[in-house]
C-alpha cells in the first residue's frame, strides 16, 4: 500500500544553525521519494517560533489533516520542527498514536507508535528541545540588553525610518520628512494632514513597505530612537512579548538623532496630551465647509449624500437635527464653488493678505513672533519635566513631599509663561497658517494645493456663514440663501 505523506518546514527568526525551510522541505521530499510514499501536501510555517506558543497556520492544518486521517507519514528535517515544548511533543505523539501515524525525521530520531519505546524517547528529546529554546531566549535578551545598555544601535529585523539597516546611518529625505512632520505637529496640524502632506506627497512609505499611517507616524515621533537614545524592552512574563509601554530608557545612544531633545519633550506633550484624539476613526474630511455652515436652527451642517431616482448620488449639506422642535434647512453641494469664488474674490483684493497675515499672527513685530515661540517652547518643556517627576513619583525614585514642592515650582513658572502668552495673543488669535500665508505670494495657487483642515480653519476666520430658509418645493440651488457674515 501507497503511503500518503506530508511534509512540514519551520524556521523561526534565529537563523544560526538552522536549515532553511527550503532545504527542509529538499531533504524531506528525497527521503519520501526513497520511501516510495505518495505526497499528498507540503506545509510550511517561516518565521514562526514553536516555542513561544504563536499560532502556526500550515502546522494547524497538519494536525487538521491527521485527524481527517488524511496521512499515514510525516517527513520533517528533525522534531523540534515540530514542536519545541514537552507538552506539545507528547499531544503530538499521542495524536500519531491515535491515528497510526508516523513521523520520519531527517536528522535526529522519529515517531513510531508502533514502538514501546518512542515515548520515553520522544518526552527526553522535548525535555532537551524546551530547555534549548529557554537558553538561546535568554542568551537572545541579554544581547539586546546589552547592546541597548552600551547605546549601541539596534540592528536586524526592520529597520528604524530615518535610519539604515546598520542603525547609523541617517537617509536624508526620511529623516527630513520626520524632522518635517515634528514641526507640523507643534504647529497644530493633525497625523493624518501630515502624513497626506508629507509622506503621501513624497512617496515615503514605512519601512513594512505599506503606506504611512496616522498611527504609525505617531509611534515614530514618539520613539526614542529617532532622538538619538537607547531604550530596552524587557519582555512580559505573563505574554512573553515586548511592549512598548514597557520600554526603558537606558541614555544616549551612539547614532546621531534626528529630533532634537527640546523637540522631542514638545512632541510629548502634545501627542501624549489625553485630550488629544489619537485613534481617529472615519474617514478623512473632504469637504472644507463640512462644520463650518450653520443652519437656521443654529447647528452645524455637515456633507451627506442620497441616491436620486436615477441611480445617481446627490450630495447636500444639513444638520444633524438634534433638536426636533428647530427649523432646520439643507442645501446643495453648490455651496462649495460658491464660497470658493467669495473667498478668492476677496483674497485678489491688495490688502487682503495683509489682512489675513495679521489676522493669523500674534503680533507684527519679530520680536514678539520669537518671544512667542519661546514662551511655547518654554511652557512644552516644562510640562514634560511635571510628567517626567509624575512617573518618578509613580516608580518610587520621588518621595511625595519633593513631589509636591517641585510641583508648585513649575505651576508658577507655567503660570507666569500663561499671563505673558495671554498678553502677546489677547489682539489676535495665533494660528499656524501664518507661516504659509506669509510665503505665499500666488493666492489662489496656495488655496488649490492647501489641505482640507488648512481651507476649513481659513474659510472660519474669514468669515460666518449662515445657511437661510429656501421656497419650499424648490429644486434648484438658491444662492440668496447663504448670508456671510465677514469677520
Known sequence: MTLRAAIYARISLDLKEEAGVKRQVYLATKQAEADEASLV?????????????????????????????????VYV???????????????????????????????????????????????????????????????????????????????????????????????DDEAQAIRDAAQMVLAGKT??????????????????????????LRDILLNPRVRGISTFNPTDPATGYRLIKDRQILGPGTWPAIIDEATGENLDVVLR??????????????????????????????????????????????????????KHVS??????????RVILARMAEPDALRVIQQALAPAEDDAATDELQHLLADRNALLARRESIEESVIAGNIDVDTFGRLENKIAKQVATIEVRLAELTAVHDADPLAAELADASNFPEWWEGASVQDKRRLTRLLMEIHILPGRAGAKQFDPSRVQVTWK
Open 41 to 73: 501536501a507540503t506545509y510550511v510555517d517561516n518565521n514562526i517560533s514553536a516555542f513561544s506558543g504563536e499560532f502556526r497556520p500550515e502546522y494547524d492544518k497538519l494536525i487538521k489533516s491527521i485527524e481527517a486521517d488524511e496521512l499515514d507519514v
Open 191 to 216: 497625523l493624518r494632514e501630515i502624513v497626506r502632506e508629507i509622506f503621501h506627497a513624497r512617496d515615503i512609505q514605512s519601512t513594512s513597505g505599506r503606506e504611512m499611517s496616522p498611527q504609525t
Open 77 to 171: 528535517y528533525a522534531l523540534d520542527r515540530l514542536t519545541r515544548r514537552t507538552k506539545d511533543t507528547l499531544a503530538l505523539f499521542e495524536l500519531c498514536e491515535r491515528y497510526n501515524v508516523r513521523v520520519r525525521a531527517n536528522r535526529g530520531y522519529d515517531i513510531d507508535p508502533s514502538d514501546p519505546a518512542s515515548r520515553l524517547t520522544i518526552v527526553i528529546l522535548g525535555l532537551i528541545a524546551e530547555q534549548e529554546s529557554i537558553d538561546r531566549a535568554a542568551r537572545i535578551r541579554a544581547a539586546y540588553e546589552d547592546r541597548a545598555r552600551t547605546g549601541r544601535p539596534k540592528t536586524g529585523g526592520r529597520r528604524m525610518l530615518g535610519y539604515g539597516v546598520d542603525g547609523m546611518t541617517v537617509i
Open 331 to 340: 442645501i446643495g453641494a453648490e455651496i462649495d464653488e460658491l464660497i470658493e
Open 273 to 326: 496630551d489625553p485630550a488629544r484624539r489619537s485613534h481617529h476613526s472615519g474617514n478623512a474630511p473632504t469637504r472644507y465647509l463640512a462644520s463650518v455652515l450653520t443652519c437656521t436652527c443654529g447647528d452645524p451642517m455637515y456633507s451627506r449624500s442620497r441616491r436620486r431616482r436615477d441611480g445617481s448620488m446627490q450630495r447636500f449639506y444639513t444638520c444633524k437635527r438634534s433638536n426636533p422642535g428647530g
